[in-house]
């Protein structure tokens, strides 16, 4: 199987970034474990600031991984246009949270993603990623 984790804004500040919301250990740690827990798994990563830079991403891999795990974290809340790009691939979407989005602020109740998405984990901390690869298996 081939999947690939993608990761929205900040969370390359994963580990020192509000440590009591989404934990200490840096999202490179955490890949290393899933990646040694599942050597059969091509698990790919990538990580962008940048909205149209995850919607050229989920577009190059969307027609030929069987799974993504995204993670778009605030655009989750706000883009259209990874919503859409969501729709237009063939690819399964996991939509997965560090938090639980529901028992936060109101802005994080809505989702772009989660209409189109094969469905969504989240509140389990990192272990949210681990659980939607699990679910391509
Ligand atoms: C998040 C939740 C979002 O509301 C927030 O903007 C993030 C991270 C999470 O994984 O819990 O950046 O997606």
Redesign the pocket.
């Known amino acids: 199987k081939k999947l690939i984790i993608i990761n929205g804004?900040?969370?390359n500040l994963l580990g020192k970034r509000e440590p009591a919301i989404y934990g200490s250990l840096t999202f490179t740690e955490f890949l290393e474990t899933i990646k040694d827990k599942y050597p059969k798994v091509k698990i790919d990563y990538f990580q962008s600031n940048i909205e149209g830079e995850l919607i050229d991403k989920l577009q190059e891999v969307g027609f030929t991984y069987d799974g993504i795990v995204l993670?778009a974290?605030?655009y989750?809340?706000t883009s259209i246009g990874i919503g859409d790009a969501v729709k237009a691939i063939q690819t399964p979407v996991v939509e997965v949270?560090?938090?639980n989005?529901f028992n936060?602020e109101e802005f994080?109740h809505t989702s772009y993603i989660s209409p189109n998405a094969k469905g969504v984990i989240l509140g389990f901390g990192l272990q949210s990623y681990e659980l939607a690869i699990q679910s391509f298996l």
Request: hydrophobic content about 30%; aromatic content about 0%; overall charge positive.
């Open positions: 804004p900040n969370l993670n974290a605030a989750t809340h949270h560090i938090s989005t936060r994080r």
